[in-house]
């Protein structure tokens, strides 16, 4: 099994998982998909989503401080494309625009990468 099965499978603890090798959860109002990368680097996963349903309490960042702290255990890289996800096209429903969003990431150690000279996704390397 790879690293970022593995990874996986220890995020998973008795949550259901797809065939596919990806992982999708709900705890604490926090729905989460992380699946393993296109690239094919055992070290290496994709966070595609994250969203809170009880906005502005924190749930989404400890979620992610969860992870993130697993991703350092196991040295395993996460990457992902920083687009937010709306529900509701409802300017006060406390949705984070794309730019507040970058800076939630950066916050929690995310970096960009680049491709010909250009943002292309988002990456934390295991601390």
């Known amino acids: 099994m790879e690293l970022n099965e593995r990874f996986i499978d220890i995020l998973e603890q008795g949550r259901k998982v797809d065939k596919r090798k990806f992982i999708w959860f709900c705890d604490h109002k926090v ?32 979620t992610l401080k969860t992870i ?39 916050s929690n150690g995310f970096k960009w990468k680049y491709f010909n000279g250009k943002q292309d996704f988002m990456v934390r390397k295991p601390k």
């Open 31 to 62: 729905s989460v998909r992380i699946q393993t990368c296109f690239n094919n680097k055992p070290d290496e996963v994709m966070l595609c989503r994250i969203s809170c349903y009880d906005r502005g309490n924190g749930y989404a960042s400890r």
């Open 68 to 106: 993130t702290m697993l991703a350092d255990k196991m040295k395993v890289t996460i990457r992902l494309y920083p687009s937010p996800f709306y529900l509701s096209l409802k300017e006060d429903a406390g949705l984070l625009s794309k730019k507040q969003l970058i800076g939630w990431y950066k």
